[in-house]
């Protein structure tokens, strides 16, 4: 508009979105609260995720651990073998759970997998395991302003029950292993996505994407698996401790849906509405072989998109060069975006059951700095405070700078990507 003010519309969903001139280069970093030192050779133990409470939460389904440049992934590990190995990353069930057990049970007559009920009895047939089960079962009661002394008193049968969620749920979460970058000295410094090696976060991405798999493999109910990572109290995150989460679902979200419908009549919409639409307007800020990232059009809060190249749409269908490749690229957008600023990364995948229909695989990164209010409730149009080419030269430099200090892939930014118009590849 003539004054400045951007008005978008989101080109997949109709979202309107406008932004206001002049706010643009306002401060945009959470503050971190009460800062304090930090002895950085001590065991971290800031909160429930951190390696010094392992038995803080539910018991491991898996963790990955690392030799040098080999990383492997053990199942299971058994309550006396917690601490045998460092974990770096490790994936548990929610202990509060978002769809909880008891609804897959009631309303789906869900069973747990018989692996997981092979995992819970070995668990809770040692000691330290039903030791450790206990207090979980104990924390949960209490939290629901139960009585936690009745805790005390169950036997093993009700033991079991009330802790089958913990081993055969559907709502889980990866935690990685440190709690502040390595070496910080003060309480400030949390370890963002950004703040792991490209390496890392390949793992990270390659564990949770075979953790979404596990889900639609042990729950034949489940429509779709929901993964996503809040960074920050403002992005919804309990902890600032990193980590991702994974819900299961019995319905197809219905945005979903919704492009599902769109693709039928227009195979190209990721191409033409995705990649073309953001390479018109000059949008474009990262590629790889195997991946695009662009600034998102008309999102409620500014938005970075990476996109697959792959044909395959699941993430475990990727090959191991190509889920490196969005790895790659999700992670540059997460260094960019720094540990400072809270966001949400939104996994965004082809639910099963489409016949042949394919989609990318997509993640949005949304920067969660303003607060929708009133306005937006009333009107449906959102205000936001960085237009898509604010945002694609706050991120820019920082990406051309990271790249040249060795922190993030060696990946092509801005104009260097050339022309990416048509180059995901899905279905073909
Ligand atoms: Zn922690």
């Not at 929901?226 to 679902?249: C, D, E, R, T, Y």
């Not at 269908?317 to 960019?336: I, M, P, Q, Y």
């Not at 965004?348 to 700095?369: Q, S």
Request: aromatic share 8%; net charge negative.
């Amino acid at each position: 508009m003539a004054d400045g003010t951007v008005k978008q519309t989101n080109p997949f969903t109709g979202t309107q979105v406008w932004t206001v001139p002049g706010r643009a280069h306002r401060p945009i970093d959470h503050s971190p609260g009460v800062v304090t030192a930090v002895d950085p050779t001590a065991p971290e133990a800031h909160c429930t995720f951190c390696s010094a409470r392992l038995r803080e939460t539910t018991p491991e389904k898996a963790r990955v651990v690392r030799d040098g440049d080999t990383w492997r992934v053990l199942e299971e590990v058994a309550p006396d073998s917690l601490d045998a190995t460092t974990p770096e990353f490790r994936l548990l069930a929610n202990l509060f759970e978002i769809v909880s057990l008891d609804y897959w049970k009631s309303v789906h007559g869900y069973h747990i997998p018989a692996r997981a009920a092979a995992h819970q009895a070995a668990y809770l047939g040692t000691p330290a395991g039903a030791e450790h089960v206990r207090a979980l079962v104990r924390a949960r009661i209490a939290a629901a302003q139960g009585d936690p002394a009745d805790v005390d008193a169950m036997g093993p049968a009700d033991l079991a029950a009330q802790s089958e969620s913990f081993f055969g749920g559907c709502h889980d979460v990866v935690v990685a292993r440190r709690h502040l970058t390595d070496g910080a000295t003060t309480s400030d410094r949390h370890a963002s996505s950004g703040d792991l090696t490209p390496a890392e976060h390949e793992q990270y991405i390659a564990f949770t994407a075979r953790a979404m798999r596990a889900l639609y493999r042990d729950n034949a109910y489940a429509r779709y698996v929901s993964v996503f990572q809040n960074w920050l109290a403002p992005a919804g995150a309990s902890f600032a401790h990193l980590h991702k989460q994974l819900v299961a679902i019995d319905e197809i979200p219905a945005k979903t849906s919704h492009e599902v419908t769109a693709l039928g009549s227009d195979p190209e919409l990721y191409n033409r509405l995705g990649v073309d639409h953001a390479a018109s307007e000059q949008l474009v800020v990262a590629a790889n072989e195997h991946a695009v990232a662009v600034v998102g059009v008309g999102h409620r809060y500014p938005a970075l998109v990476v996109y697959s190249r792959s044909a395959a749409s699941a993430p475990w269908d990727h090959s191991t060069a190509e889920l490196r490749g969005v790895s790659d690229l999700l992670h540059a957008c997460h260094a960019a975006t720094g540990r400072l600023v809270p966001c949400n990364e939104e996994w965004h995948t082809r639910p099963p059951g489409l016949g042949g229909r394919a989609m990318p695989w997509r993640i949005v990164l949304k920067w969660r700095i303003s607060t929708p209010a009133g306005f937006e409730g009333a009107t449906g149009i959102y205000v936001n405070t960085i237009d898509p080419w604010s945002l694609r030269d706050r991120v820019l430099p920082r990406l051309i700078e990271l790249r040249a200090a060795g922190l993030i892939a060696d990946v092509a930014v801005g104009t260097e990507c050339g022309d990416v118009r048509g180059s995901l590849r899905y279905g073909r």
